[in-house]
């Protein structure tokens, strides 16, 4: 099932394909699949809850931290307009650049993270409060709910 952004083009879809599936259906749903973004294979079937939390409810993620960041960069003073456009477009430049780097998403944000700079005090702050286990336990949750 692709996400949401096949909307546009930009979906992500997690495929599965059993021993009685031939090479050529797996190219066409392939085919039908990266006619509305990218498509990638999964070994086993139990794979496809693990792609649906990550994929197939990865948008709202994506949405919630953008809310978050537009209710904070107006209480901090910028208008909704301007919050709106830096982060959407901060969004999608960091997207892109993770594509077409060879470097890790590790690297990239060390490359922005100087020391003593307001981004390390962000990312200190974000480790501070275990973003990192909230996005393991939110996964987790979907993954599971996909399940039952």
């Known amino acids: 099932m692709p996400n949401t952004p096949a909307l546009i083009g930009k979906g ?18 392939k085919a039908l699949m990266d006619g509305v973004g990218i498509s990638v294979w999964v070994e086993n079937e139990s794979d496809m809850d693990t792609v649906t939390a990550v994929s197939g409810s990865g948008p709202a993620y994506y949405f919630l931290f953008m809310e978050a960041m537009q209710e904070t960069a107006a209480e901090l003073g910028l208008s909704d307009d301007v919050a709106q456009q830096l982060i959407y477009q901060t969004a999608l430049g960091a997207a892109d650049l993770a594509m077409q780097s060879t470097d890790s998403t590790v690297e990239l944000r060390r490359k922005v993270t100087s020391p003593n700079g307001t981004t390390e ?28």
């Open 121 to 148: 005090a962000a990312i200190k702050s974000f480790e501070a409060d275990h973003l990192r286990e909230l996005v393991r336990k939110a996964l987790t949750a979907a993954r599971d709910r996909s399940m039952s």
């Open 12 to 29: 992500a879809t997690g495929l599965f394909a059993n021993k009685f599936v031939s090479g050529k259906q797996k190219d066409l749903a």
